[in-house]
Structure formats: C-alpha cells, structure tokens
C-alpha cells in the first residue's frame, strides 16, 4: 500500500543533515551552557552559534533570540510575559479570534487576571482587516498578537499594515509566526513587530524546541523562575542538542526557501482546484490566493472530518481535520466557526499539509482514494440523505 504522509502542518521529519549535527550533542559533547569549564564552552558556543543562524532566518539580532521548549511556550511567554511587563500602562489586550490556543488561553488566562480582552473578527477568508485593530484601541491597550499565518486555513494576515497601526498607537505587537517561520520569507523588520514566535519542528528541525523574538527594548517579564539562562529571561537548562538542530534547520530553510516554496506551490494549487472538482459540496476554506504554499484546507460536506481521516489513514495517506491541537478534541474548529462556516460544514474539515517529500504522485493517490471514501460515509449520513431527499443543506 502507498504511504502518503500530507500533515506537514501538525509536524514535519527531521531532515538527515540536522539530525548529524545534533548525534554529537547526545553523546560526547554533554556540557551544560552555563559550566565554566570546556565541557561548557563547547555547549555554550553551540547554543550561541545557533542563535545567530535563527536570527538571520528572520533578520534579527542574536541578542533578542530567546529559545523555548515549543511554539507554545513562546506564546505563552508573548502573551503573559508582555502583558505583565506593560500594565502599569493598562490592562486591554487584543488577539483575533483565529489564533493558536496558546494564544487564546493565555489571553483568557490574563482576563483572569484582571486584564480585558478584545478578539478581533475575520471575514469569511480568515482574514484580520487592520481597520478593525485600529478601532479595537484603546488608551489603555498595551498588547496586540495576530498570528502571520493560521497554519489550519492557510491564510496569510496583512501583518505590516497591522504593525503600523499598532506602532502609531505604541502598542506592542505580537505574532505567532510557527506556520510561516522557516516557510515563508521572515524579516521582523520589514514586519514591523516587536516579538515573534517560532518553532523547529514546522520547518524540519527538532520537536521540543521553539524561539521567542523579542525587540531590543522592549520589556518582558519572565515566566519561568530559576537560573540566568537566555539573558535572564527564560531560566533552564538549555536543550542543546534541539538548539542546535533548530539552527542548522533555520539555516537551511533559509538557503532553500525559494526552492521550497516552488515545489511546494504546484501541489497544493492542483489539490485546491482538482478536488472540489472530483467530489462535489467540497468548499476550500481559507484565502484562495494569499495562502501558505504548502497549504490545501476543506470542508467536505454532510460527514465528519474524523471519518475521512480514519479511512484515509486505512489507505495509507496522513492528513489532519482541522489544527493538530484540536484534532483529537472532536468539536468544530474555532478557527472556522470565527470564518462564519457553520458547525455542521466545520465538522467536515480537511487539512493536506505538503512537504518537501510529496510528490505530484501524492496528489494522484488522494485524488484516487479519497472520492469513494466520501461516497461511503455519505451513503450513512443522515444529512446526506435529506439533503437528496429535500435538495436543503447543500453548501
């Protein structure tokens, strides 16, 4: 049988030349960062020398890279440690609606807190309209965060116009740019913000290691408590074998972008444009154009994404319904619902997230299997069925 993994977006493979530079960093070179002995030395230079290739993937300075556990903890850390660092400026904060749940929590967490919490809306593309920050301000906002990328849909956010807003109103910018970091051309200057989130495993580096950037001045308060590592910021023993992978992807991904990028791009736009072609009430969720290269979403109607996702796992082929977070949870995707797609249609996303393995062969095989996989589950559905009975329900 075909084995077709198309989940780039949950996680991608380590790549063979990341994983040899990390093989040292489990074995003989064992040093903690902080030890002021060789053992040390050699682990710290690591750890520094992988600070500058993540910095130069997004056109920063070394000294504002501070690394993490996970894309997660870097929001987390976005989100509370900027929040609490600025509210003797005032308690509002503003996220869109979209956003990772270690977003969206965090900012819940935060509500409890004391802070207001503003969620921004989107229209039926995903898209944030900056307008819409500029009349969520306040005299007393002290943080926006709206991700550059929703790694579910696809799509890309108007970040610099964003960025300007919120730098006339000097705000504090966040985004969450896992999906695009690695991805997409990154450069936190031409964006604009003042603190960006990351993480290895979206761009073929290791799981278990993520980055916060946070502009030089700008005040941040530190969640964990403990040693002076990452300048004081985040205290902890440094995951130096994950560190110095994440560097070596970054340097990578960098080197190879464009070449991604166009290999990627064919494939996702024969899926987008062939699908709804081969099934019909198949509707591409996400911006048609502005979207992440390697990103093909659906909505497949009357049955239940989880259904498709076992079947098509039965055939040999890897996807996602709706974002690896809420996967396993069985509920509508918050994501979709904010689009205005209505939980019935939401209940039948399908995510194809293509990689650097994936083939126009890959396309052929889904093309294939998946069109009888939903007329069999069509056939069981109730919707279904009064759909064909009264012609009602139909997208």
């Known amino acids: ?8 977006a949950a996680t991608t ?27 040390g030395d050699t682990a710290r ?30 929001n987390n850390f976005a989100i509370k440690g900027l929040a609490l660092a600025q509210q003797s400026k005032g308690k509002h904060v503003v996220v869109s609606a979209i956003e990772h749940f270690s977003v969206l929590h965090s900012a819940r967490t ?32 002290i943080l926006v965060s709206v991700m550059q990328a929703n790694g579910e849909v696809g799509t890309i956010e108007p970040i610099e116009e964003i960025a300007q807003i919120t730098r006339e109103n000097n705000v504090v910018f966040h985004t969450d740019a896992v999906a695009t970091a690695g991805t997409i051309p990154v450069n936190v200057k031409e964006l604009g913000v003042d603190a960006l989130s990351l993480a290895g495993n979206q761009f073929y580096g290791p799981k278990g290691v993520g980055v916060l950037w946070v502009r030089k001045g700008v005040r941040i308060m530190p969640l964990l408590d403990g040693g002076v590592q990452e300048g004081g910021r ?34 996702r736009d024969r899926l987008l444009t062939e699908l709804p072609a081969k099934i019909d009430h198949v509707v591409v969720s996400g911006h048609p154009r502005n979207r992440l290269p390697g990103n093909a979403s659906f909505c497949v109607e009357f049955i239940e994404g989880e259904s498709m996702l076992m079947l098509l796992n039965s055939q040999g082929v890897a996807v996602s319904s709706g974002s690896a977070c809420t996967s396993r949870a ?25 990689g650097l393995d994936n083939t126009t062969e890959d ?33």
Do not use: C
């Open 1 to 8: 049988m075909r084995k077709v993994y198309l989940d780039n």
């Open 13 to 39: 493979p380590l790549l063979p030349e990341v994983r040899q530079v990390m093989l040292p960093f489990l074995d003989e070179i064992f040093g903690n960062p902080s030890s002021l002995h060789d053992w």
């Open 45 to 74: 230079e690591a750890v520094d020398a992988a600070r500058v290739q993540v910095a130069q993937l997004i056109g920063a300075g070394a000294e504002e890279v501070i690394f993490t556990a996970s894309g997660t903890e870097s």
């Open 110 to 141: 935060l509500e409890k807190l004391g802070f207001e919490l503003t969620l921004l809306p989107v229209d039926k593309q995903g898209v944030v309209d900056p307008e819409e920050v500029r009349r969520s301000l306040r005299k007393d906002t």
């Open 234 to 267: 985040r205290a902890g023993t440094e995951n130096v074998p994950a560190i110095v992978g994440l560097g070596k992807a970054a340097e990578m991904a960098m080197a190879n972008m464009a070449g991604r990028v166009a290999h990627l791009t064919p494939l």
């Open 330 to 354: 069985l509920k509508a995707s918050h994501v979709l619902i904010a689009m205005g797609i209505s939980h019935e249609l939401a209940q039948g996303s399908l995510l194809f997230g293509f």
């Open 363 to 395: 396309v052929d095989y889904v093309l294939e299997v998946l069109p009888p996989i939903v007329d069999r589950l069509r056939q069981m559905s109730p919707l279904y069925s009064k759909f064909i009975k009264t012609g009602k329900g139909g997208s």
